[in-house]
């Protein structure tokens, strides 16, 4: 099982750019799918964006779509989550989380099939 540690959160204003990192430990990164995952003050839980373990496949939450961009590199075993045209609205704590999956371009989209979780990084967009 590989841990994920979150970086790159941060105060920003509205229409601005931030970049999340996802580092993992363990040779078995790129066998997983890894998905993030925000929460935000009095919210429950909800999902972001999900990439296949070959990172060939992705998908998105209707609320990020076209403004949100996750992309991984195996070699580094580090996934990112590139946000864009920040809102206020995209304020939360950012969650990456995966599991080993059999093949390259399966996603996972449910947190309940997640198996390793990070402590999460504080994103907080100003209006």
């Known amino acids: 099982q590989v841990q994920l540690v979150e970086s790159g959160g941060g105060l920003v204003q509205a229409g601005g750019s931030l970049r999340l990192s996802c580092a993992a430990s363990?040779?078995?990164?790129?066998?997983?799918?890894i998905d993030w995952f925000r929460q935000a003050p009095g919210k429950e839980r909800e999902f972001v964006a999900a990439?296949?373990?070959?990172?060939?496949?992705?998908y998105y939450a209707d609320s990020v779509k076209d403004r949100f961009t996750i992309s991984r590199d195996n070699a580094i075993n580090t996934v990112f989550l590139q946000m864009n045209s920040l809102k206020p609205e995209d304020t939360a704590v950012y969650y990456c989380?995966?599991?080993?999956?059999?093949?390259?371009?399966?996603?996972?989209?449910?947190?309940?099939?997640?198996?390793?979780w990070g402590k999460g990084t504080l994103v907080t967009v100003s209006s």
């Open positions: 989380a995966g599991s080993e999956v059999l093949s390259n371009s399966y996603l996972l989209r449910n947190e309940y099939d997640m198996k390793s």
């Open positions: 363990g040779r078995t990164f790129s066998r997983y799918a």
């Open positions: 990439i296949s373990r070959s990172g060939g496949n992705t």
